[in-house]
């Protein structure tokens, strides 16, 4: 089985380059861990402001790591949330609460809301509070609202790049030109990449994925099992894309060159922004983009606990850009030779 | 017996360039075929056609009675490259053992074919050693080593003998004979004269044309020189 020798090389080569096989499994864990403690490091030190807020609910207000200030009735809110480091403004007026975040930090906004509430509630049952924001909005995300398309995002970049690479160099290093003097087909030759870079993407995906879930405890509602075969979906379309570029470049560099051109872009459209908010110029890009899919899908089972119901098509359309990639490969090595 | 192996007619261009121009050759069985020419006169280029790696702008290779390229076909030739095609990062003996999968050499006889070359190219002591830290010369031999690796009916080589000491060198030639001597057609590149002297029929290209073709003696006696060396200088090499 020629497909088999390939396999087998590849696991070889990944073997004896550990160094690579280390970029491959712990740069992910590194990035993921040092963004972790980025966004959900220290305790919070919250300074919120108080406008007439009758003293049946003060005299209660009492928490760890936070400053109420009492504010005169006449304060401009806007302004000093503007000009001064507060980070809400909780204003009564007849009965009613509103609640003003600085929102600029979206990491703060649904401590304080928690926070407000659990303040207000057991005092005064009649009142409702309304929120708003300065900047932002509620929906800007935490951690763990983007931790799984960091999560998806890593896989890909990582996959696309070294898979990329190791195509290329079989070009540079004429062993491709030695393979095509060999009864090898092509197909078998894109076959033998796709599995060996699979099993090894197998392993390094679940490596990731259960350190992100069970060490830096990302949310994590739904079956381990689904996201796995996310990830390594993500992986096989990032590797199947990775073979095909490589054949526009010349060299590692240029191969580096696509990162900007192809893989961070799809981050954007991956669910870091909502897609509505992004100019009409560019949205259409999301839906081309397999991260668009896979992180939508990690997204359904890691935040809102779904299963295969829900992102079987994210996955189908996942399979669907690696066949392609895989039939485009076969046919861009006809280049190399016509048989 | 002899019998026609390869049978071609090409020229080829890369754009405008004209780079083989109406090269005309019958090969077969039971001979070395050395191709002699300066740098830049396009043997690499006829070989590469031959074996079924590119192909001819106009023109036809037909090998066996069939024409090229042909996975059948392919799986009888031994390409050696002119520059060495290895797995750097694998030993000699994971490349060995990759390309004589990839080559179709069954798996019982594996051991014994890769303990063969390996000990034609003296490299039995290296089997465990990464490719890179071999030497050039070392580099040189594994790659012919793997081109003869499933026993091929054709062996194309190009510069096959690059940076190998001449007793080596000298054995090796030696083997190349007795191959002939088996049936097997040989068609390699070379800038050394003595081992032009051992080819059967020498051809010389210059400028992409195939100026003269025969044995070496019937070379030398139509340039009335007395060795290869200054018969290939009145060419104009
Ligand atoms: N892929 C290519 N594209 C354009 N030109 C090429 C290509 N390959 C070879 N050539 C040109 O074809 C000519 C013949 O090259 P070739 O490699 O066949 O020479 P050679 O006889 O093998 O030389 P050497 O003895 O140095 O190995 C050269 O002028 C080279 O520039
Ligand atoms: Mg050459």
Redesign the interface.
Known sequence: ??V???V??IL??FL??KRTMALMILAPILVLTMLSLVFNGEELELKIGLIDVPSTVYTNMEQENVAFVKLDSDTDVNETLEQEDYDAILAFEQGESKLILEGSDPSINNVIIDNIKSEISPNTTSVSLSVEHLYGSQDLTTFDNIGPVLVGFFIFFFVFLIAGVSFLRERT???L?????????RWELVMGYVIGFGVFTTIQSSIIALYSIYVIDLMMEGSFFYVLIITVMIALSALTLGILLSAFAKNELQMIQFIPLVVVPQFFFAGLFKLETISDYLSWLGPLTPLYYGADALRDVMIRGQGLIEIWTNLVVLGGFSIVFIIMNIFALKK???? | MTTTIIDANVTKRFGKKKVLEDVTLTLTNNEIFGLLGPSGSGKTTLVKILCGIDVPTEGHVSVFGKKMPDLELIKRIGYMAQADALYHELTAKENLVFFASISGVKRNKRAERIQQVMKLVDLESDLNTKVETFSGGMKRRLSLAIALLHEPDILVLDEPTVGIDPALRNKIWDTFEILKESGVLIVVTTHVMDEAERCSRLGMVRDGQLIAIGTPDEIKTKTEASTIEQAFLSYGG
């Open positions: 089985m020629r088999l020798a390939v087998n090389r070889k080569q004896h380059d290093q004429g062993t030109e030695r393979l095509l003097a060999s009864p090898i087909k190399h030779r016509s048989i």
